[in-house]
């Protein structure tokens, strides 16, 4: 079981050995891994791999073969109603009705549920940064606005969770960046836990706090992102020096390797602090302190095995 709380808070998603089979096929295998609140969650991996069966389980859109999924601590097998109340999602692309504006159709979406007041949407439109264009016809949006106004509706009435399958399809650059930027600022400001899944490594590694890699139905590992060393981890440190040997000596098995004029070793921001302390000691000029971070392509490679991805 990966134990992926943080802070010791409740993750928003658990998924428990959940499995999927149809006929003789074995789709999804045991899946298991925890979702932390206020988080951008990636879920990577080649197309068929499984990404969008498993968003259609969380969703309730098709059922387990066993397992189970909590949401918020609400089972979807068993407490469906209440568990879904906690979602917002996008699987495959947002439905409109085009020859309405999209305020219509956000009017239209939060008649159907109790309590969502005219505010709510002025909100959601500002930030999803549709306010110029909310009273034109969704027919003559570009898919980055559709994608955009899809997300609106899908915020309206505040969900714990945001699932998104494969946002990106379909976008330019410039349309990427934007989603990217908004789906940032739901998990930083909104406190809106945002799972997206996706195949493109390169987004993954700029939108995403952590990813879940997923290969033919099962989970590969689950890797952090962003502040991995900031937030008490370790992380791969490279000490530039004037004499390599002399410091790989005065470490001794510390050392992971030896780069062109400097060495590298796996601490935290005290444990560096205090090799610097050690290095100095020894006589070894120390010239520079950085870490080496690991691209996502890198550390999927490593984990898959060199498997390809897309």
Known sequence: ????????TEPVVRLLNVTKRIG????????????????????????????????????????????EILIRGRSIRTEYEAAVRQVGAIVENPEMYKYLTGYQNLLHYARMIPGIPRKRIDEVVELVGLTARIHDKVKTYSLGMRQRLGVAQAILHRPALLILDEPTNGLDPAGIRELRDYLRHLAKHEGTTVFVSSHLLSEMELMCDRV???QAGKL???RLIHGGAENGGKAE????????????EALGGAVLRAESGGIVVSAG????ADINARLVAAGVRVYGIRTVTKSLEDQFLEVTGGGRIG
């Open 1 to 8: 079981m990966l134990d992926l709380q943080t802070g010791g």
């Open 212 to 214: 879940a890699i997923i």
């Open 269 to 272: 921001r005290e444990e560096a």
């Open 24 to 67: 003789n096929r074995t789709i999804i295998d045991n899946l298991t891994f925890d979702v932390p609140p206020g988080e951008v969650f990636g879920f990577l991996g080649p197309n068929g791999s499984g990404k969008t069966t498993t968003i259609r389980m969380m969703v309730g859109l098709m059922r387990m073969t066993s397992g």
């Open 220 to 222: 590969i590992d689950v």
């Open 237 to 248: 440190v490279l000490f530039e020096v004037d004499r390599p040997d002399a410091a790989a």
